[in-house]
């Protein structure tokens, strides 16, 4: 009956290797100031849209708000998915959500161009 039955801990393999902290820590400083960027530049946008003339109605309020607060939530995700996989998987986890975010804030900007007027109050 013993033989029947396999053991999930034989089968785990034995040297598991972990990225260190400090490469964990330096790759995160590393894409952070990216996001960071990606941030502080719909920040920016969003401070010049609502100090202008016109102001933002609920609706762009909505959308460039949503802009500041996507990178924050793409880091988060890319961090937790990655920081216990290997210092490039982990690297590319984080460039994958950096690319999500440039994509996001592209649209932004095409929206805004577009349909700036409606995004005024």
Same mark, same amino acid.
């Given at each position: 009956?013993? =033989?029947? !039955?396999? =053991?999930? $801990?034989?089968?785990?393999?034995?040297?598991?290797?972990?990225?260190?902290?400090?490469? !964990? +820590?330096?790759?995160? +400083? !590393?894409?952070?100031?990216?996001? %960071?960027?990606?941030?502080?530049?719909?920040?920016?946008?969003? +401070?010049?849209? %609502?100090?202008?003339? &016109?102001?933002?109605?609920?609706?762009?309020?909505?959308?460039?708000? &949503? $802009?500041?607060?996507?990178?924050?939530?793409?880091?988060? !995700? %890319?961090?937790?998915?990655?920081?216990?996989?290997?210092?490039?998987?982990?690297?590319? &986890?984080?460039?994958?959500? &950096?690319?999500?975010?440039?994509?996001?804030?592209?649209?932004?900007?095409?929206? %805004? $161009?577009?349909?700036?007027?409606?995004?005024?109050?």
């Amino acid at each position: 009956m013993s =033989d029947s !039955v396999t =053991d999930a $801990a034989a089968d785990a393999p034995v040297n598991q290797r972990r990225t260190p902290t400090w490469v !964990v +820590v330096t790759i995160s +400083v !590393v894409f952070g100031l990216f996001y %960071a960027y990606a941030l502080w530049n719909a920040l920016a946008f969003l +401070v010049a849209q %609502a100090g202008g003339p &016109l102001g933002l109605n609920g609706y762009g309020w909505f959308v460039l708000l &949503l $802009a500041v607060v996507f990178p924050l939530v793409a880091f988060a !995700v %890319a961090f937790a998915l990655g920081w216990r996989r290997t210092a490039w998987q982990f690297a590319l &986890l984080l460039f994958a959500g &950096l690319c999500v975010v440039a994509v996001f804030w592209l649209n932004v900007v095409a929206y %805004a $161009a577009v349909y700036g007027a409606s995004l005024l109050g």
